[in-house]
């Protein structure tokens, strides 16, 4: 992956000092979203950045270069040969100047403060890595809801709680000191999933300091097509990384019996996003089944109901969950991939 050929362009606007601040964006497929991101970054009330953009390969390179070609003077502009999020992440990270790396998605919107609340929280509070919260936007189901509400964060950022849940990062609303990063092995460079997550445990593990603001700082754009887009996709990719977790980070007693919890809890959950996928194809047997497993593990009256329903009146189970949680079905896919 590290060996593959990097054309980079330095636009003449990019300062030749150091920046306190490089901003890492991968881009692979976000061509229409681009220029409200840069346009986001250049409104920053926090000067003192770099944009480090990288294409990973994408297909629509095309239209992703005419999109930027007003930004090119600001930014270094890189590209390489498709090697996934991860790698171009790193790719990027090796280009940068800056003291403190801030990540952001090439489909996500800063608003104006992010840079200086988050770099003034770091600095006041001796922190080593921080995250906020963000609305959520792109499609009605997550309208007027923020990602801390989805995905609370509760106490103290520390290993076990991100492996329990308890506390959970937005990687475009993270700010790290580039030096913690590099020492902890930055992101993988496999082509696997979750990479983030595992990057934020290996660097609890190298006793990083880490916390996060209360506040929105940022819009976390919604839509089908992103690295988050389907229920069965998200929940495969928790249970892959904490397999890998379990396989390449050393585990104490509670962290190891935190992470076989993690991956029956998601097992369960994967089996329910099976059967409602199922349910909508009116495959009832095979959703009967899901529902089954699901609920062998993971029992509640309402999964136990659910399961009996798609037994007994399938029919009647589909029209209610196309009546009251039809949001929900648009990131249910129609077939298993």
């Excluded at 090796?94 to 988050?118: C, I, K, N, T």
């Excluded at 923020?146 to 103290?156: K, N, V, Y």
């Excluded at 798609?310 to 896919?333: H, T, W």
Aim: aromatic share 10%; hydrophobic share 40%; net charge neutral.
């Amino acid at each position: 992956m590290q060996g593959k050929k990097v054309q980079k362009f330095t636009g003449k606007n990019v300062s030749l000092a150091a920046p306190s601040v490089s901003i890492i964006t991968p881009a692979y497929n976000i061509s229409r979203y681009i220029s409200e991101t840069l346009d986001s970054v250049l409104a920053q009330t926090f000067r003192d950045f770099e944009i480090i953009l990288i294409n990973d390969g994408s297909p629509d390179a095309e239209e992703f270069e005419a999109a930027i070609r007003h930004y090119m003077d600001d930014i270094v502009y890189l590209k390489q040969p498709n090697a996934g999020a991860g790698a171009a992440r790193n790719v990027a990270i090796g280009h940068a100047r800056g003291e403190f790396l801030a990540f952001l998605d090439g489909d996500d919107v800063w608003l104006p403060d992010f840079l200086e609340s988050q770099v003034a929280f770091l600095k006041e509070n001796r922190y080593d890595m921080v995250y906020c919260d963000a609305a959520l936007f792109g499609m009605p189901a997550v309208e007027g809801r923020t990602f801390m509400q989805t995905a609370p964060s509760d106490g103290s950022v520390t290993f076990n709680s991100i492996l329990n849940f308890s506390c959970n990062v937005i990687t475009s609303g993270t700010v790290a000191r580039k030096e913690k990063v590099v020492e902890a092995g930055m992101f993988e460079w496999e082509r696997v999933r979750a990479h983030d997550f595992h990057l934020w445990l290996r660097l609890l593990k190298n006793n990083t300091r880490i916390s996060y603001q209360n506040k929105v700082l940022l819009k976390y754009r919604m839509h089908l097509d992103s690295l988050s887009g389907d229920s069965i996709s998200r929940v495969q990719r928790e249970i892959d990384v904490f397999k890998r977790v379990r396989e390449s980070i050393e585990l104490d007693e509670t962290a190891s019996e935190i992470v076989c919890r993690q991956i029956e809890g998601l097992e369960a959950d994967l089996e329910i996003e099976r059967g409602k996928s199922f349910l909508l194809r009116e495959d009832f047997d095979a959703a009967k089944t899901a529902f089954e497993k699901a609920n062998r593990s993971k029992r509640s009256f309402k999964l136990r109901l659910i399961t009996t329903l798609a037994g007994s009146a399938p029919g009647l189970l589909l029209k209610f969950y196309k009546s009251r949680r039809a949001q929900e079905i648009a990131f249910v896919p129609n077939s298993e991939k």
